[in-house]
């Protein structure tokens, strides 16, 4: 047996607490788009009620055959291009969504046969519209401890599939789409600062899809019932994104010494225009400090934060250096905020 004096172990941990960057993003927005006017036909809507109400004109909704795995393995391909890395570079791979491709695998390990990144280990991160910044979070505590050097953290959902398409109040306002982050430690100054997550499950009940799982399984008179699909209760779900969302990044701000003014761009949930203008208010940010798209693509969940913050990064609204903050809600409820030196 070893004594003390004679082992020469390697401590894997020894590097703990390295700055960890977002190395490349990409994303991916199915082929086919319903506008307003579409939704028009289908139940009784209009393009002006949608439009004032939520900032939408359109969503991208995913082909029959194209589950959540297919798309989120594109953004990962995109995202891997940009960060200049390989397949078998990736550690570790960590997928959001409230709609996987099914209830197990996970749809990390579908993605991971899709891009060949056999290194990996993989799992599913449940955080409904919340989730990619807890999975964010996630990748980065493993490679700050140096549990991994390379995660890919993926935000994709086929929300079109668990919608009912006769519900007005909920089936205008969300899309299909995946995005992507390749998380690294490249020896930035700061980095991902910091990420405030937090939950309140007594109000789950507010927003969920009751159906499918173990309390209530899938039978011929639950889905007669519609409880495959989400429900919503749409103004109490406001009321609590806005207090939620700014409280998160206030409290974000507060941990990293940092004043709203010393931000460049705010990338929130896209979930609705009105949220953010009211986060806006709250904060003190003017609207243009916010980059939104949720125009061109509805809500769609946990792809929404990452989808945005891709689009931002190409089109040049955030630049190196910048002070970016990330903030998102959703079902649970659920909410996080992240300040991010990109
Ligand atoms: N078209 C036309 N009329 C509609 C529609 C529609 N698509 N949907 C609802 N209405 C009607 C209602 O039936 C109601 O009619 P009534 O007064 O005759 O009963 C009227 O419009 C007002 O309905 P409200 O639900 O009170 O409308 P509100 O102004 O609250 O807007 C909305 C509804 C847009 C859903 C709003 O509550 C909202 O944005 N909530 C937040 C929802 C959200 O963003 N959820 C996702 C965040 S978390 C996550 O991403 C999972």
């Not at 996970?106 to 955080?127: E, N």
Request: net charge negative; with cysteine.
């Amino acid at each position: 047996m070893n004594t003390e004096a004679s082992r020469t172990l390697i401590n894997p941990r020894s590097s703990s607490t390295r700055t960890v960057s977002i190395a490349g993003t990409g994303c991916y927005a199915p082929e086919r788009v319903m506008t307003n006017a579409d939704l028009e036909r289908l139940v009784d809507t209009s393009d002006e009620w949608i439009y004032t109400r939520t900032g939408i004109r359109q969503r991208h909704i995913a082909a029959q055959d194209e589950a959540t795995s297919d798309m989120a393995a594109e953004a990962a391909r995109r995202a891997m291009k940009e960060a200049g890395i390989e397949a078998d570079d990736i550690d570790m791979i960590v997928v959001a969504t409230c709609t996987p491709d099914m209830f197990f695998p996970s749809t990390a390990c579908f993605v991971q046969k899709q891009i060949g990144a056999s290194r990996a280990f993989c799992m599913d991160l449940s955080a409904a519209c919340s989730g990619f910044l807890y999975a964010m979070e996630v990748g980065q505590q493993f490679i700050s401890t140096a549990s991994a050097d390379t995660v890919l953290v993926i935000g994709a959902e086929k929300m079109s599939s668990v919608l009912d398409w006769r519900d007005r109040s909920t089936c205008v306002l969300f899309g299909d789409g995946a995005g992507a982050a390749v998380l690294q430690s490249r020896g930035a100054e700061y980095g991902i600062m910091t990420t405030v997550l937090g939950s309140n499950g007594n109000l789950s009940d507010l927003l969920s899809i009751p159906g499918g799982g173990s309390r209530n399984p899938l039978t011929a008179e639950s889905l007669e019932e519609g409880m495959n699909t989400l429900r919503m209760a749409g103004r109490e779900v406001f009321k609590h994104a806005v207090t939620s969302m700014s409280n998160a990044v206030l409290e974000a701000l507060r941990r990293c010494g940092a004043s709203i003014d010393d931000v460049d761009c705010i990338i929130p949930h896209q979930a609705n225009a009105r949220i953010i203008q009211a986060i806006g208010q709250r904060v003190g940010a003017p609207i243009e400090k916010f980059y939104l798209n949720v125009d061109r693509f509805g809500n769609t969940s946990a792809a929404s934060i990452i989808m945005a913050l891709d689009e931002a990064v190409r089109n040049g609204r955030i630049k190196n250096n910048d002070l970016v903050l990330l903030v998102v809600f959703g079902g649970g409820f659920t909410w996080a905020a992240s300040l991010v030196e990109w």
